[in-house]
């Protein structure tokens, strides 16, 4: 999974962790186990997070620094896809003719 930049946007609109808690009825801990870099948090709670911070979802992801490369993120039946390259564009298209 991509990085989240959510302690960022946090610092950012001079929130602190347990503000965005208590915006989201979450204890502290349990909202920083969410956004660790080994979680694997569900869209709906990525959801839940950007509404209350005021960005879109895809804002919550670390951006890659790579110029003039295919790379974005899709969201397709409620899963998010990292693109980086057309292969992967590929994948989820192929997931698409699939349905």
Same mark, same amino acid.
């Given at each position: 999974?991509?990085?989240?930049?959510?302690?960022?946007?946090?610092?950012?609109?001079?929130?602190?962790?347990?503000?965005?808690?208590?915006?989201?009825?979450?204890?502290?801990?349990?909202?920083?186990?969410?956004?660790?870099?080994?979680?694997?948090? #569900?869209?709906?709670?990525?959801?839940?997070?950007?509404?209350?911070?005021?960005?879109?979802?895809? /804002? %919550?992801? *670390?951006?890659? !620094?790579?110029?003039?490369?295919? #790379?974005?993120?899709?969201?397709?039946?409620?899963?998010?896809?990292?693109?980086?390259?057309?292969? /992967? %564009?590929? *994948?989820?298209? !192929?997931?698409?003719?699939?349905?």
């Amino acid at each position: 999974m991509q990085k989240l930049r959510v302690k960022e946007i946090l610092k950012e609109k001079g929130m602190t962790l347990g503000d965005l808690g208590i915006a989201l009825q979450m204890h502290r801990v349990n909202l920083s186990r969410l956004i660790s870099d080994k979680a694997n948090p #569900s869209l709906k709670s990525l959801t839940r997070i950007a509404t209350e911070l005021n960005v879109s979802v895809m /804002d %919550l992801f *670390e951006q890659p !620094k790579i110029k003039n490369e295919l #790379s974005g993120y899709l969201e397709l039946n409620g899963k998010i896809f990292k693109i980086s390259n057309k292969e /992967d %564009l590929l *994948e989820v298209v !192929k997931k698409l003719e699939k349905e």
